[in-house]
């Protein structure tokens, strides 16, 4: 098992439980849908209401009122370092391109995927952060989970 160091600047529980973020600062994906969790991206870079972004946890599900399912589905091994590649090589789709910071993290023995906010030099840019679709990424829907 590789060593991970995180790069959250709070405690994971903490996190998915909600006791630190608020509710609209995080995004769960039950597993890697590179269509939602860009679109997230770019909302939370775009971050129009000056909170800072947010977090998205890729490998935890959630219910219909938005609230984290416990333990969580998390991701197999051999998912983490092709859905982080992927992850950044949808970047350059972005317009600006926008690279986000990952973490892989464990909770419950399942891995998540994080990626933790950072104010960011989009933000001083005039323009709104937007994802250009490409017919590749259609062989992408299908959800990676670890069950």
């Not at 006791?19 to 890697?32: A, L, P, S």
């Not at 775009?46 to 890729?58: H, K, Q, R, S």
């Not at 219909?64 to 092709?82: E, H, T, Y």
């Not at 950044?88 to 023995?109: A, C, D, H, K, T």
Request: proline letters at 7%; glycine letters at 6%.
């Amino acid at each position: 098992m590789r060593s991970m160091t995180s790069k959250l600047p709070i405690n994971l529980e903490d996190l998915l439980r909600r006791r630190t973020v608020e509710d609209e600062r995080i995004e769960y994906k039950k597993g890697w849908n590179p269509d939602a969790i860009i679109q997230t991206l770019c909302a939370f870079a775009n971050d129009f209401e000056n909170l800072g972004g947010g977090y998205i946890v890729i490998g935890q599900d959630c219910d219909d009122m938005g609230q984290p399912i416990f333990p969580p589905v998390g991701l197999r091994d051999n998912q983490l370092d092709k859905i982080q590649q992927e992850l950044l090589s949808y970047g350059n789709l972005i317009q600006p391109p926008y690279f986000p910071i990952l973490s892989v993290e464990r909770l419950q023995e399942r891995n998540l995927i994080t990626r933790p906010p950072r104010l960011s030099q989009l933000r001083r840019r005039s323009t709104a952060i937007t994802f250009a679709a490409t017919p590749a990424r259609s062989r992408h829907e299908e959800t990676m989970s670890g069950s």
